[in-house]
């Protein structure tokens, strides 16, 4: 029996695909998830053969969710589902550590495919980029091993930073006190290895990074 966890925030979505696995696979069981902490609560319960993972469901913000899944779980199979189909993004996922990447446009047939392949240890990316993959640089590796250290929290703060917003208003929008930022960008600096603002936006820039949704 194979263990799929399908981590998506849109249930018809997750619905489609769960009925085009139950076709396309034998002996599978499917579990799902809408956000990045409840993709987080099954793992930590779950025997899970491979994580199907969106990466633009809450919490998760571009790569930051396949980082900090991968740091958790450095041997869990991870394959990237996502309407994003440029070649640098998916260059970007599979030097992370993912193990393939699905397009929400794939068919059945190329899903069961792909995870197929992914199971048996291989990288699986649709044709039409395959050949248009770049390698990541050992620098990328580093910078994304070292943003993978950061909590969620931590993340968000990042993101607000590379939004350029002030310590007070970072406080306003997360609901926590000045001093609680201004220790999380502390921490944010001795992990990033770096000491200013502008070096945290760089690298936030870098990771393609998006800021999550303000308060209003």
């Given at each position: 029996?194979?263990?799929?966890?399908?981590?998506?925030?849109?249930?018809?979505?997750?619905?489609?695909?769960?009925?085009?696995?139950?076709?396309?696979?034998?002996?599978?069981?499917?579990?799902?998830?809408?956000?990045?902490?409840?993709?987080?609560?099954?793992?930590?319960?779950?025997?899970?053969?491979?994580?199907?993972?969106?990466?633009?469901?809450?919490?998760?913000?571009?790569?930051?969710?396949?980082?900090?899944?991968?740091?958790?779980?450095?041997?869990?199979?991870?394959?990237?589902?996502?309407g994003t189909e440029d070649p640098m993004i998916?260059?970007?996922?599979?030097?992370?550590?993912?193990?393939?990447?699905?397009?929400?446009?794939a068919g059945a047939n190329d899903i069961a495919?792909?995870?197929?392949?992914?199971?048996?240890?291989?990288?699986?990316?649709?044709?039409?980029?395959?050949?248009?993959?770049?390698?990541?640089?050992?620098?990328?590796?580093?910078?994304?091993?070292?943003?993978?250290?950061?909590?969620?929290s931590q993340y968000k703060v990042l993101c607000?930073?590379?939004?350029?917003?002030?310590?007070?208003?970072?406080?306003?929008?997360?609901?926590?006190?000045?001093?609680?930022?201004?220790?999380?960008?502390?921490?944010?600096?001795?992990?990033?290895?770096?000491?200013?603002?502008?070096?945290?936006?760089?690298?936030?820039?870098?990771?393609?990074?998006?800021?999550?949704?303000?308060?209003?």
């Amino acid at each position: 029996m194979i263990t799929l966890l399908i981590a998506d925030d849109h249930p018809l979505y997750r619905d489609a695909l769960r009925g085009a696995l139950s076709v396309s696979l034998q002996d599978i069981r499917l579990l799902e998830a809408g956000d990045l902490p409840s993709t987080i609560e099954i793992l930590e319960k779950e025997d899970v053969d491979l994580l199907l993972l969106d990466l633009h469901m809450p919490g998760s913000n571009d790569l930051f969710g396949l980082l900090h899944v991968l740091k958790l779980y450095s041997d869990l199979p991870v394959a990237v589902v996502s309407g994003t189909e440029d070649p640098m993004i998916i260059s970007k996922i599979v030097g992370c550590g993912a193990l393939g990447f699905i397009p929400k446009t794939a068919g059945a047939n190329d899903i069961a495919k792909a995870i197929k392949s992914i199971l048996d240890g291989n990288v699986w990316l649709p044709e039409s980029v395959s050949d248009k993959i770049e390698e990541v640089d050992e620098a990328f590796s580093k910078l994304a091993d070292n943003v993978a250290s950061l909590t969620p929290s931590q993340y968000k703060v990042l993101c607000y930073m590379r939004d350029g917003l002030l310590n007070k208003q970072i406080g306003y929008n997360l609901d926590i006190a000045e001093a609680t930022v201004k220790a999380h960008v502390t921490a944010i600096f001795r992990k990033l290895g770096i000491n200013n603002r502008t070096q945290a936006v760089l690298i936030a820039s870098q990771l393609e990074l998006e800021p999550p949704i303000r308060n209003t």
